[in-house]
């Protein structure tokens, strides 16, 4: 993960790498579909991976009525 311009109070950015530790899949196709199904926004870079905020994330997922039933966060 880094921040943008190195501010510790700018979004950091989860690219792809980050996104499959979390999502569980290494293939950019599968996590673009785990986005979509958590509610979760992204943009895809140049070359089709996909590129989400931590915020964005967190929010989604601290968010029972956008989440999925399916994912649950560890207790």
Known sequence: ???LRG???MQLIL???EIGK???YKQPGRQIEWLKR???SFVTDAKGFP??????IDATLNNPTKSSSRFKLPE
């Open 38 to 40: 958590m509610g979760i």
């Open 7 to 9: 501010n510790p109070m």
């Open 15 to 17: 690219n792809s790498k």
């Open 22 to 24: 979390i999502s569980g």
């Open 51 to 56: 590129v989400t905020t931590e915020a964005q």
């Open 1 to 3: 993960m880094k921040t």
